[in-house]
């Protein structure tokens, strides 16, 4: 009886010891610098996880305009002027602050966004917590939209 006892609690110790020492490994390991490349699980699960939150918010996912030309041109004004420094300015190049964060911004100059479109509006009017996506809270919701459509290279919202 003690002897099983005694048995399991080395086993419980033994597995204490090798967690800490794994956990502090880990730790050490970490780089937590702005420049260091996200691992494959963290993009995955980051990307996972914010997709099913901003689905169970549910933001307004209507068009506020039926988007004209002159709409999108707009967004790409937008787009030069607040956020080329981060997702891209010259087609097939990265932007000056590509590799500046992690997560890294997206280079929508190489590949589009790909929606739906209210979620792209909503990050871009609210921001992405724990990362270097700034919430832009001047821009109108329609502005929001137009640059959205802008980032994705539609014409038409995804739904
Ligand atoms: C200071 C740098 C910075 C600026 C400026 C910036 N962004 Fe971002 N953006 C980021 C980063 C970093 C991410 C990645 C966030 C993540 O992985 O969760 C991101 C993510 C996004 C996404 C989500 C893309 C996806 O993977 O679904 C969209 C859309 C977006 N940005 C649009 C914009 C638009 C439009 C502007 C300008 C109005 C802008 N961003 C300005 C850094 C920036």
């Known amino acids: 009886m003690i002897d099983r006892r005694y ?3 080395t086993a419980f110790l033994v597995i204490t010891v090798f967690a800490a020492v794994l956990g502090a490994a880990t730790f050490t390991a970490v780089d937590v610098s702005a420049e260091a490349e996200p691992s494959w699980l963290e993009k995955r699960l980051a990307s996972v996880l914010l997709d099913m939150k901003l689905r169970a918010n ?6 506020p305009f039926t988007p004209t030309e002159q709409d999108i041109e707009k967004g790409s004004d937008i787009y030069r002027e607040q956020c080329a420094i981060c997702h891209g300015a010259t087609r097939g190049r990265i932007a000056p602050l590509g590799k500046s964060f992690s997560p890294r911004p997206p280079q929508f100059v190489i590949e589009p966004a790909d929606g739906p479109t209210w979620m792209d509006a909503y990050v871009i009017q609210h921001g992405v917590r724990w990362s270097g ?3 832009f809270r001047g821009l109108s919701e329609t502005d929001a939209w137009r640059v959205a459509l802008y980032v994705e290279g539609r014409s038409k919202p995804k739904e």
Request: net charge positive; hydrophobic share 35%.
């Open 133 to 135: 996506m700034p919430a």
């Open 58 to 63: 549910r933001p307004t996912k209507l068009s």
């Open 7 to 9: 048995k399991r609690l």
